[in-house]
C-alpha cells in the first residue's frame, strides 16, 4: 500500500514545469522497470515459463498497465485529483462483483461487505466532499471507471489463467511490453533538455519501487490472500498519497483527513482478514 501510495508525491514532482512530459514518463517509468525486473527473471530461469502464457500475459499488460495508465493520463485532465482518487477507490466492488460472477460467492461475506463499505466512506472523507463539487467531465468519469475495472479484473484473470505462474515473471514481461506499446509516445514527447535533478529522481524512483517491486509484491500478496482481498490496497493508496501530501508538500490537514484515516484502516483490515470458514 505505501508503494502504490508514493506515486502520485513523485509524478507531481516529475511532471513539474522543468521536468517530463506525462506520457514520457509513462514509458521511462515502465522501461526502467522493465530493465530492472527482466534480469531477474533471467537468473532464476522464469522467462521460458512466461512465454508459455504470453498471450495471456499480454492480455493482463492491456488491461492492468496499457489500458489504465492511459485512461488515468486522459480522464484526470477534466476531473479533481480526488474525484480521481475517489474513482480508484472501486476497485474492490469491482473486484468482488467480477469475483463472483466467476463463482467465489465467499466474496459477500458480512465482514468483508461492511469493511469496504466503511473504507469507501473514508476515502471520501479524506479527499473531501470538495472534490466532488464543481465541473467535473462525464467522459472523463467513465475513462477513470475504466481504468479501475481493468485494475480489478486484470489480477483475477491471470491467476486464473496462470494460477502457477510466479508473479515477478508476469511483471517483467508485462512491463517490457508495455515499453513496447509506448515507445511512439516517449519518442514523440522526449524532452528537448535535460529535466532538473528533482524530476530525473522522481523518474529512477518511480521505475523502481512502486513500477517494479511494488508490482511483485502485490501478487505475493494475491498468492497469500487471493486478488478481491488484496484490491483493497487502493484504500491505503489513498491515504498513504495524502499523508505524504501533507509531509512532503506541506498540504493541509483537515478534520476529514483525520476521520477518514482511521476509517480506512479499519475497512482494510475487516475485509483483508481471512474467515474462519472457508
Same mark, same amino acid.
Not at 480522464?75 to 475517489?86: C, F, K, P, T, Y
Not at 519501487?209 to 502485490?218: C, S
Given at each position: 500500500? =505505501?508503494?502504490?501510495?508514493? +506515486?502520485? /508525491? =513523485?509524478?507531481?514532482?516529475?511532471?513539474? +514545469?522543468?521536468?517530463?512530459?506525462p506520457g514520457f514518463l509513462v514509458f521511462a517509468r515502465?522501461?526502467?522497470?522493465?530493465?530492472?525486473?527482466?534480469?531477474?527473471?533471467?537468473?532464476?530461469?522464469?522467462?521460458? %515459463?512466461?512465454?508459455k502464457y504470453f498471450r495471456w500475459i499480454l492480455l493482463y499488460s492491456i488491461i492492468e498497465l496499457v489500458g489504465p495508465w492511459y485512461f488515468l493520463s486522459s480522464? %484526470?485532465?477534466?476531473?479533481?485529483?480526488?474525484?480521481?482518487?475517489?474513482l480508484i477507490a472501486t476497485v474492490p466492488f469491482w473486484s468482488t462483483i467480477a469475483a463472483s460472477m466467476l463463482g467465489d460467492k465467499t466474496v459477500w461475506q458480512s465482514h468483508r461487505i461492511f469493511g469496504m463499505v466503511i473504507g469507501f466512506v473514508g476515502v471520501i472523507l479524506v479527499v473531501g466532499l470538495e472534490s466532488l463539487r464543481g465541473k467535473n467531465s462525464g467522459s472523463s468519469i467513465a475513462l477513470i471507471l475504466l481504468a479501475a475495472l481493468g485494475y480489478a479484473i486484470a489480477p483475477i484473470m491471470i491467476r486464473r489463467k496462470a494460477p502457477t505462474l510466479n508473479g515477478l515473471a508476469i511483471n517483467s514481461v508485462a512491463m517490457l511490453i508495455t515499453a513496447i506499446i509506448y515507445i511512439p509516445v516517449g519518442?514523440?514527447?522526449?524532452p528537448h533538455?535535460? +529535466?532538473?535533478a528533482k524530476s530525473i529522481w522522481s523518474l529512477i524512483i518511480l521505475g523502481v519501487? +512502486?513500477?517494479?517491486?511494488? =508490482?511483485?509484491?502485490?501478487f505475493q500478496v494475491i498468492v497469500s490472500i487471493g486478488p478481491t482481498r488484496a484490491s483493497m490496497i487502493t484504500y491505503i493508496n489513498t491515504a498513504v498519497a495524502? /499523508?505524504?501530501g501533507i509531509l512532503v508538500l506541506n498540504e493541509p490537514l483537515t478534520l476529514g483527513i483525520g476521520l477518514g484515516l482511521p476509517l480506512i484502516l479499519i475497512g482494510s483490515y475487516l475485509s483483508g482478514k481471512k474467515s474462519s470458514i472457508q
Open positions: 500500500g =505505501f508503494l502504490w501510495g508514493i +506515486p502520485y /508525491l =513523485f509524478i507531481k514532482i516529475a511532471v513539474d +514545469p522543468g521536468g517530463f512530459q515502465v522501461s526502467l522497470g522493465a530493465i530492472f525486473l527482466i534480469p531477474l527473471a533471467v537468473k532464476r530461469g522464469l522467462l521460458q %515459463e512466461a512465454m480522464g %484526470e485532465r477534466h476531473v479533481s485529483s480526488g474525484l480521481a482518487g475517489l519518442i514523440i514527447q522526449f533538455a535535460l +529535466p532538473n519501487f +512502486p513500477t517494479a517491486i511494488a =508490482f511483485v509484491l502485490f495524502v /499523508l505524504l
